[in-house]
């Protein structure tokens, strides 16, 4: 069985439309849909300690139980399940998807707030994550290209890599586009050649130069892009790139965070033999 796709939802029309687009995302990779609610009890006591223990943890299955509802009914031949999980949200998320074909968030309203707290469950899984982390945005994907950034570094790469099996799914063409900070001179003669090594992994693409501020320029191009795909960080580290931050906040369409890493293979068992059926 091939690993599912999770989507993480929490009662909110963004976490619904997740759960629609997490439906065709899993249809279009022939495997399941996993939705799944994270659950802590908020009171540092015991269940009961003043608190509503067993009417919050209806809320929350209630919550599961519809975006489960929403998934089946935007996407007939989904096979979706759902589970109401105990732990943090982001502790809950990334543990899921080390065995995650995808995991998919809801955007909540991101580009009406000021700022991204770094210590959000949204940026904390969409940096730290094993798989790549698809946030929604809107009811549903507008039509467009695989939009693909690169910016020169090993992680803009695997994010190209990425788009180009997000393309050849959905049958649609390829954009690869890095920005530089103006046209001509060193700056643009640097871009053309990050572009040319992108060409060479992905010879069906166009490929395009952009000028500005990468982070607000690839917002602005987003806007007639189907998907846009991107690394969460560049060549500098961090948890979490400022362009990717501020795709992640403003763009204008489904965005794709592509890690470099990958989950540890598990560990075999003693007893475990080649050639044995597990």
């Keep these: 069985m091939p690993n599912p796709v999770v989507v993480g939802v929490t009662g909110t029309p963004a976490g619904l439309a997740a759960a629609r687009l997490a439906a065709r995302e899993a249809v279009s990779r022939g495997c399941r849909l996993r939705v ?56 809950v998320l990334l543990r899921l ?9 809801g955007d909540d309203d991101l580009a009406t707030t000021p700022w991204l707290p770094p210590s959000s469950v949204l940026v904390q899984t969409v940096a730290r994550a094993w798989c790549p982390v698809l946030v929604a945005r809107g009811p549903r994907p507008p039509r467009g290209v695989v939009l693909a950034a690169v910016d020169g ?15 050849r799914r959905r049958r649609i063409p390829i954009e690869v586009v890095h920005v530089v900070p103006e046209f001509g001179g060193r700056h643009e003669e640097g871009g053309r050649e990050v572009l040319a090594e992108a060409a060479a992994v992905a010879p069906q693409a166009r490929v395009r130069l952009l000028a500005g501020e990468p982070g607000p320029t690839l917002v602005l191009a987003s806007r007639r892009a189907r998907v846009i795909v991107l690394g969460t960080r560049g060549g500098h580290g961090g948890l979490l790139g400022s362009v990717a931050r501020e795709v992640l ?25 080649a050639g044995a059926l597990t």
């Design 36 to 91: 799944v609610h994270a659950f802590t009890w908020p009171s540092h006591g015991p269940p009961g300690a003043g608190l509503d223990y067993d009417g919050a943890r209806r809320a929350a299955a209630r919550a599961v139980d519809e975006a489960v509802a929403t998934a089946q009914r935007s996407t007939p031949g989904a096979r979706v399940t759902g589970q109401l999980v105990d732990g943090l949200p982001d502790r």
């Design 153 to 167: 570094s090993s992680n803009g790469m695997r994010a190209l890599r990425h788009a180009q099996a997000e393309a």
């Design 97 to 105: 998807s080390r065995t995650s074909d995808l995991l998919v968030l």
């Design 249 to 273: 906040h403003h763009g204008a369409c489904p965005s794709v965070f592509v890690h470099g890493r990958s989950a540890p293979a598990p560990r075999s068992s003693p007893s475990t033999r």
